[in-house]
């Protein structure tokens, strides 16, 4: 069965960088027409999606923060991550990772449980 | 950019069925598919519908989807407790260099 966890620093100073990494078991990160991706819920308002990849290397951003926002995948560990470099108080938020499986949005596959980042000195 | 607009909230009594909006402020929204969340309280997402009216494996046949232009519809009937939760719309914006949009999503209250 598929699942996926969420892993990183509970906090992180403004100006800095966030880093998570979602370690995915269960099935291979590799396997055909499997995406991952990051989406992001700040304390008590709605999801943004925040970025897909697939296993190839092909990236897919959201245009609002594509500018801040890297994600990889390391085929070797089962994993992937992402980065928010310059990050500010409106970067506070519970990152979800999430499985999509046919193209890079369509969530059909399991979510993690989430971490809360906050942005705080 | 599109934005997808719910109501902020919905109620029903057990039994009865229930109604959600979703409204697009752009007509690249009528070229793309709608798919629908359920979040329980202190949960992850979960895939209620895809592609505007398809129900992933599991999805109760209680739960439907609509969409008609730039807006489209979430109905759940025989409303029961286990259905209080807030309720997201989502769609590809193809405008620009397309991005994934959620809607403003809506509280569901079982009374």
């Known amino acids: 069965q598929l699942q996926l966890q969420e892993s990183g620093p509970g906090q992180v100073k403004p100006s800095e960088t966030l880093s998570l990494t979602c370690t995915v078991s269960g099935d291979s990160i590799s396997r055909n027409n499997y995406y991952w991706g990051w989406i992001r819920q700040p304390p008590g308002k709605g999801l943004e999606w925040i970025a897909s990849?697939?296993?190839?290397?092909?990236?897919y951003y959201n245009p609002s923060l594509k500018s801040r926002v890297t994600i990889s995948v390391d085929t070797s560990k089962n994993q992937f991550s992402l980065k928010v470099t310059s990050v500010t108080a409106a970067d506070t938020a519970v990152y979800y990772c999430?499985?999509?499986?046919?193209?890079?949005?369509?969530?059909?596959?399991?979510w993690g449980q989430g971490t809360l980042v906050t942005v705080s000195s | 950019q599109s934005v997808l607009t719910q109501p902020p909230s919905a109620s029903g009594t057990p039994g009865q069925k229930v109604t959600i909006s979703c409204s697009a402020n752009t007509s690249n929204f009528g070229r793309n598919y709608v798919y629908w969340f359920q979040q329980l309280p202190g949960t992850a997402p979960k895939l209620l519908i895809f592609?505007?009216?398809q129900r992933p494996t599991g999805v109760p046949d209680r739960v439907s989807g609509s969409k008609s232009g730039t807006s489209a519809s979430l109905a759940i009937s025989g409303l029961r407790s286990e259905d209080e939760a807030d309720y997201y719309c989502a769609a590809w914006d193809d405008s620009l260099s397309g991005n994934y949009v959620f809607g403003t999503g809506t509280k569901v209250t079982v009374l």
């Open positions: 999430a499985n999509a499986i046919g193209g890079p949005v369509d969530w059909f596959g399991p």
């Open positions: 990849i697939y296993s190839s290397g092909s990236t």
């Open positions: 592609r505007n009216n």
